[in-house]
Antibody, heavy 122, light 112 residues
């Protein structure tokens, strides 16, 4: 069974840092690009970041709104992706989902984790 | 950025009746392999989004056949032939042709 489980969400003060994890199982993690998508309460979906697989040289990409503050990484030996979040702002408050996409780009996002809540407030 | 525009933003449907949601992309989503890098997702209340239709018109594994996707140029349509109570939630379209990945605003489906 495919599973992607996010963790690390918490209440943090503006300017603070947080590191989210996404642990995957039930599929060949290394064959997938990993994306992070967030959703503020009652709002729509916003793409945040992507990390390619080894065939894509682990290339990363970020939304303009988070560039320079968020960093995505992965450890294929542990089937985990991380999202390091620095200089957090109130507008970063959201549920963060990790999502997979097959690395040969033959499909779209086909599985989403359950999400982890990040709240940025003083 | 590619803009995805959904309509309507909400609809209420009687069980057993059909429903249709449209999504228009600001540019072609067709990849070199001939497929549109486009998907439809349903986010049920309190849940994460689940894939319904991929590559414009391919029903995802386990999705009931009352769901179908059609495509014409930059216009995409999700059709539900007979709405059931379990279909309530928010439907999103998405393009994954270009970074940043972008989503439609979402369409809330309610049962009358």
């Amino acid at each position: 069974e495919v599973q992607m489980v996010e963790s690390g969400g918490a209440l943090v003060q503006p300017g603070g840092s947080l590191k989210l994890s996404c642990v995957a199982s039930g599929f060949i993690f290394s064959a997938y690009d990993i994306h992070w998508v967030r959703q503020a309460s009652g709002k729509g979906l916003e793409w945040v970041a992507r990390i390619r697989d080894t065939t894509g040289n682990y290339a990363t990409a970020y939304a303009e709104s988070v560039k320079g503050r968020l960093t995505v990484s992965r450890d294929d030996s542990q089937s985990v992706s991380y999202l390091q979040m620095n200089s957090l702002r109130s507008e970063d408050t959201a549920v963060y989902y990790c999502v997979r996409r097959i690395s040969d780009a033959s499909d779209v996002f086909d599985f989403w984790g359950r999400g982890t809540l990040v709240s940025v407030s003083s | 950025d590619i803009v995805m525009t959904q309509s309507p933003l909400s609809l209420a449907v009687t069980p057993g009746e059909p429903a249709s949601i449209s999504c228009r992309s600001s540019q072609s989503l067709r990849y070199s392999n001939g497929y549109n890098f486009f998907g439809w997702y349903l986010q049920k209340p309190g849940k994460s989004p689940q894939l319904l239709i991929s590559l414009g018109s391919i029903r995802a594994s386990g999705v009931p056949d009352r769901f179908s996707g059609t495509e014409s140029g930059t216009d995409f349509t999700l059709k539900i032939s007979r709405v059931e109570a379990e279909d309530v939630g928010i439907y999103y379209c998405m393009q994954v042709l270009q970074i940043p990945v972008t989503f439609g605003q979402g369409t809330r489906l309610e049962i009358k």
